[in-house]
């Protein structure tokens, strides 16, 4: 099993800045993908970026690319999302997940095996 916990978020005003840490107890897997959605009132599940957990490679949303950065600390089992320039309409649950085996980007949620509880970020105009 493996848990996943979400930290960093917060209400911070249009321009600023957040980092979200997701820390992921259990094995994490050469082959594990893991990404960060979010979720808006009345709004689907969005993908936002992913980071493979060998190599650390990334693939973004458009709405995140020059803006967000997801990376990872492989010691610490931790995966991150710095947040720069944010705008009202990033406002949403943020939520970490883990792909465990495929190693390929899914944009998909329901792709993912294990999720965490999501951290709120509002970004007041």
């Known amino acids: 099993q493996v848990q996943l916990v979400e930290s960093g978020g917060g209400l911070v005003q249009a321009g600023g800045s957040l980092r979200l840490s997701c820390a992921a107890s259990?094995?994490?897997?050469?082959?594990?993908?893991m990404a960060w959605f979010r979720q808006a009132p009345g709004k689907e599940r969005e993908f936002v970026a992913a980071i493979r957990w060998s190599g650390g490679s990334t693939n973004y949303a458009d709405s995140a690319k020059g803006r967000f950065t997801i990376s990872r600390d492989n010691a610490k089992n931790t995966v991150y999302l710095q947040m720069n320039s944010l705008k009202p309409e990033d406002t949403a649950v943020y939520y970490c997940?883990?792909?465990?085996?495929?190693?390929?980007?899914?944009?998909?949620?329901?792709?993912?095996?294990?999720w965490g509880q999501g951290t709120q970020v509002t970004v007041s105009s």
């Open positions: 259990g094995r994490i897997f050469s082959s594990s993908v």
């Open positions: 997940a883990l792909d465990r085996y495929s190693g390929s980007y899914r944009l998909s949620p329901r792709e993912y095996d294990y």
